[in-house]
């Protein structure tokens, strides 16, 4: 008990309370004993609180997790013995140019939806945050998607799809332009696919932004204003800085869904087609796991997807660890 | 005494329903106990009295199958007062992989439903059991009353199990085609009939296919194209083989070419409604019933749908036979089917289960009274149960010419069929969308499924 107290007692000196300042005050900072006590006592109520949800995320996530990684050196089908075979099913990716097109796949298509998703995001978050009369609707029209399940989202923009019936194609003829076959051309589809995602992920992003906005002190975008700044540069000189944070984290999670969302779309939309142009890399893990049952060498492609994103999150918020270093 | 109880979930509750049922006894004092009750181990070549037939039986069901499959078990439940009967409706595309997972948790329920193309990998794994004793010996039901073709799916090939029966089908589904009376009396063309050429039907599909504007508004023919019925009956018409007799495909033989011409040409020609125009408008059937196709290929499971649609006058839609080439016809045939687990506890309750279901005055005349199941029993070729039911369909024996005509899939391992259908798929999208020529994209579909097969 001791030991844990003094612990704790070193580690309360060490780093300073956020914004006390407390750091560069000796003394004031100071721990007694029984701020000991406090933080510990503080420390097992976090633990308790944190306890069934750590449970379950170790029982569903991480367990999971680590079995996936431990059947990938192993060759089975669910119907027969697993047979180990080490890094087989690894090398195996290496050389399996289907999974190597669905990940390019994948990383173009985030990179073409992550961009648009922060952008717009961020520029109709400035829209909606100005208080009018009809805003709150404008707000609710805006968050609209986040309330569709992504399946019923790509049911509905099949049909907007339509080359003959959709709504896209007949507004496009009404202007004299002949719409492509949006789901069935290779070259349509990825965009189509890519434009579902924006779609469904602007409404978080503009919740963030808004957020972030609404704490942007009113006094230094109006003495801007009275300094004669345009809203250009009242918008990327006050309010981009003020969201930076909100914008790393806009693009890790909108990231993150459209790695999962995707194959949601893909599957209800166009089941990896035409000619595989839209088979994303989690839609192509998945066929190899549950229609092919080739189990090992799927969870092989998952641990691949798992270090991907990891890599991703490390790079998107690298800048913003230095910054707090 | 109603005591079935259904669910829809994602896998059998075996184990709940014991307890259950073991709370219940304790409860009720008898201290009895179902599973040695002298119901588990029937004797062969004996039928129970239904009274006889005790214990629990877990039944699961395709989700497709609701609502009908539902009420077929709870009528088996009503006839059985000693039986407690609990069924569960299973997603259909994740099946397998559901059985599976249950068969490695020791938690299958008692009576599968199955499907042919699943039948040798559910046997070798150990969730169905072998039938061909009980076939070989039950007064009531007897392999031989099956139509041959669709029993034989059911028969493991190759393997520890080979030759062993470990399904039977539900209906005999069989491809017929469905046509549209009111688009052929608009455009004035007669009525097919069952000694048509496929010369016919192009023709037919010609003078069927109307366009407007440069858009095609209504086709002539369409069918599942992606469905490897379709296509390997096909090959097997032009007298090739899917899988050659050392196991590789033959995407590329000169039957099987043959089999890719008759399916694309008339796509290419623009008489048949492509894939695409079918995936638009909500699948393969949707065009037939919202009238923008005039003839189909489809099962008689599909009836119920094109009544609903088209109508139930006799003079809204017709049905005929595949037409023949050249003198020769193979159509599609598969279907789903039931069977008994391997680890069931209630064996003399699942065979009792199986003897009512096919009975025509048990689950057969329910399941033929809704149209959708065609009776997979050469004894019912002729019985009221589904041959009196008011038209339309009126030609009931093209349906049975269908069963004669019926051909079977090849035996590719169940975890490579999914890769064998996307590998013509994806041939089929390069010649449609691409324009490769059939040669082409079928020699190079050949060479990644055989890639794809000897990977596994």
Redesign the interface.
Known sequence: MTDVASSSRSHASAVPAPNSGAGHRPGRGRPTRSSGHRGDRRGLWAAILLAPNLSVFTVFVIVPALLAFGLSFFEWDLTSDAKWVGLENYLRFLGDERALTSLRLTAILMATTAIPIVFLGFVIAIGVNVPTRWMRVVRTLYFMPIVISFVASAVLWRFLYDPTYGLINTTLSLMGIEGPEWLFSPTWAPAAVAIVVIWLNIPTAVIFYLAALQQIPHERIEAAHLDGAGAWSRARHILWPGVRQQTFFVSVVTTLHVLYQTFDIVSVMTQGGPLRSTEVFIYYLYETAFRSFDIGYASALATVLFICIAALTFLVYRPQLKENE | MQSVRQSRHTGPRKATAAITAALALSLAGCGGNDAEGGSNEPEAGEVPAPEEVTGELTISVFDWQDPVEGQVIEAYDEARPNLEVEYEYVTAS?Y??LM??SQ?ADDLPDVVATFDLAND?FA??GITQDLTEFLGTDPELSADEFAPTFLANYEVRGGENDGEIHGLPRSADAKVIYYNKALFDEAGVAYPTDDWTWEDLLEISRQLTITEGG?TVQYGFGANYNQPAEWVSKINMFGGALLAEDGTLQLDSPEAMQAWHYWLDPIQEGIFIPP??Q??QGGNLAPFLNGTQAMYSGVRGQVPPIRNSLGTDPADWGVVTWPTTDGERVVGAGSAGIGISATTDNLAAAQDYLRWYYSEDGGMGMLAETYAVMPPLTSLADSAIWRDLPAPPENNDAYLQAIEDGGSYPDIP???Q??VR?VV??AM??VL??GTSIEDAFTQANIEANDALN??
């Open positions: 994740e397998v992989q599976l997972q490695m990998t070798d794994s858009s695409s125009v995936a638009t169940f975890n490579n999914a890769g996307d798929i994806q999208d390069e969308i691409n990977d596994d």
